[in-house]
């Protein structure tokens, strides 16, 4: 039942740890822009998992204000 599905509440803050870990995700490659991950797709699986992890980084960080 759908009622019964819990959603994750958002943390108030990421732990250093993992600030430290998408921080040096940022600096192992350049993420995508909006554009390229438009233009790459939701379904794609044609992409730098590299510059995909940075992506996701960049967007966590910036969301916590950390960028």
């Known amino acids: 039942m759908d009622s019964d599905i819990k959603q994750k509440e958002k943390p108030d803050r990421l732990t250093p740890e993992k600030i430290k870990f998408y921080k ?23 992409y730098d998992i590299d510059r995909m992890l940075a992506y996701n980084a960049k967007w966590l960080l910036t969301q916590y204000g950390l960028l």
């Open 24 to 46: 040096c995700l940022l600096e192992k490659a350049t993420p995508y822009t909006e554009e390229e991950v438009e233009e790459i797709g939701v379904d794609s699986t044609d």
